[in-house]
C-alpha cells in the first residue's frame, strides 16, 4: 500500500504510480500510444477531467512505456508488465529519466505542503540538462498543476517554453479552465470524460482485489453517486461517505439560510475524520459552485463571488488537512461565503 503522507494519493489506497490497470480511456490510450509509435507525441500533454478519473494513472502508464522505449508489437493500450524493470522504478519513483512534481514531504519533514514549492519546480531546468540514463527520453510529471503557485508556475514555464530534445510534460489538472493561459499554449489539452458507471465499479472491484478494504454491498450505490470518479466512489464506500453527501446536499439546497442546527451536525460527521469525509463535502460544495457558475443564469458580480469562494474552498480544504482545523469551523466558514455569493 502506498504512503499515506502525500497530495496526490488517498490513503489507504494504492498510489497511481503502481496501478497496472486503468479504465474507462481505452480509445484514448490507443490514440496516444499511435500518436508515440508515429513519432507525433507533443513534447506537453494536460491531461485535464473531474478528480478520480484515471488522469495520473494515465500519465504514468504513458511515461513507463516512453522511459521503456516503446511497447510490444500488437499491443493496443500502454500496459507494461508490473515485473518489467521501468514498472517498478516509476512505482517506487527511483527511474533516473523521470521526476514527479507533487506535494510531498521534503526530507525530514511530516506535513504535506499546501502547495508544489517553487524550489521543488526548479529541479526541472537540471533535471532535463541532465543526460538520459535509459531510453534517451526523460519525463517530468506534475501532479497536479492546480497546486502551483505563482513562482511555481512561471518556473515551469521558463522549461515549457524551450523543451529539450526528447523530453516529454505530462502537467494533470482537475480544472483545465484555471490553469495560466502562458502554460494552456505551451501544451496540448487532452480531456478525460468520466467513468461510466459498470467502469467505476470494476475499478472498486480491482482494488478490492488489491487490499483495499471495502463493504461489496455498497459499491452500487457508490459507483451510480460518484459522477464518473473512483476516487469519489471510494470515499462514498468508506465509513460514512453516503451520509456526509447527503448531509451536505440537504444544507447546500438550503442557500441562502441553511440550518443552523444542520451545520452543526455536518461539522460534527467531519470532525476526528480521516480526510474522506472532508474530501467529499469540498467535492459537494465544488460541484454547487461550478453549476450555478455554469448555469448561465448568474449575474456578473455573483459569478465573480462564486469564484472567489471557490478559491478559499479549495485553499481552505488542503489547510484544513495540512494543520488539522477544526472541522465545524471550516463548515460555517465556507457556508457564510457562500450564503454571501448567492444572495
Not at 494552456?184 to 467505476?200: E, H, Q
Amino acid at each position: 500500500m502506498s504512503e499515506l503522507l502525500a497530495g496526490d494519493v488517498l490513503p489507504g489506497t494504492p498510489a497511481p504510480r503502481e496501478q497496472d490497470r486503468l479504465f474507462g480511456h481505452h480509445e484514448l490510450e490507443a490514440e496516444l500510444l499511435g500518436e508515440w509509435r508515429a513519432g507525433r507525441l507533443p513534447h506537453a500533454l494536460l491531461l485535464g477531467g473531474l478528480e478520480g478519473i484515471g488522469k495520473a494513472t494515465l500519465a504514468y502508464r504513458l511515461a513507463r512505456i516512453v522511459l521503456a522505449g516503446g511497447v510490444a508489437p500488437g499491443s493496443h493500450d500502454l500496459s507494461l508488465p508490473p515485473t518489467d524493470p521501468v514498472f517498478r522504478q516509476v512505482a517506487s519513483l527511483t527511474h533516473p529519466d523521470l521526476l514527479v512534481l507533487r506535494r510531498a514531504p521534503e526530507a525530514g519533514e511530516d506535513k504535506i505542503p499546501t502547495v508544489i514549492p517553487a524550489e521543488m519546480v526548479r529541479r526541472v531546468r537540471a533535471f532535463f540538462g541532465a543526460t538520459a540514463a535509459g531510453s534517451g527520453w526523460r519525463v517530468c510529471i506534475v501532479d497536479a498543476v492546480d497546486d502551483l503557485n505563482a513562482f511555481g508556475a512561471n518556473a515551469l514555464l521558463k522549461t515549457l517554453e524551450e523543451p529539450p530534445p526528447r523530453a516529454l510534460f505530462i502537467l494533470i489538472t482537475h480544472a483545465p479552465g484555471r490553469v495560466l493561459p502562458t502554460i494552456r499554449s505551451r501544451t496540448r489539452l487532452v480531456k478525460l470524460r468520466p467513468l461510466a458507471v459498470d467502469d467505476v465499479l470494476a475499478a472498486l472491484d480491482h482494488l478490492r482485489t488489491q487490499g483495499v478494504e471495502l463493504e461489496p454491498a455498497g459499491l452500487q450505490a457508490a459507483a451510480e453517486a460518484s459522477q464518473g470518479s473512483v476516487r469519489r466512489a471510494l470515499i462514498l464506500a468508506r465509513g460514512e461517505g453516503m451520509e456526509v453527501r447527503s448531509a451536505t446536499l440537504r444544507a447546500l439546497s438550503q442557500l441562502p439560510s441553511p440550518r443552523a442546527d444542520e451545520l452543526h451536525a455536518l461539522g460534527a460527521r467531519l470532525q476526528g475524520d480521516r480526510a474522506d469525509g472532508l474530501d467529499l463535502f469540498i467535492e459537494a460544495v465544488s460541484d454547487y459552485i461550478a453549476e450555478r457558475a455554469t448555469s448561465g443564469q448568474e449575474e456578473r458580480h455573483r459569478l465573480v463571488r462564486l469564484g472567489e469562494v471557490w478559491e478559499k474552498v479549495r485553499r481552505s480544504a488542503v489547510e484544513a488537512n495540512v494543520f488539522n482545523l477544526d472541522r465545524k469551523a471550516l463548515v460555517f466558514r465556507i457556508f457564510a461565503d457562500l450564503a454571501e455569493a448567492v444572495r
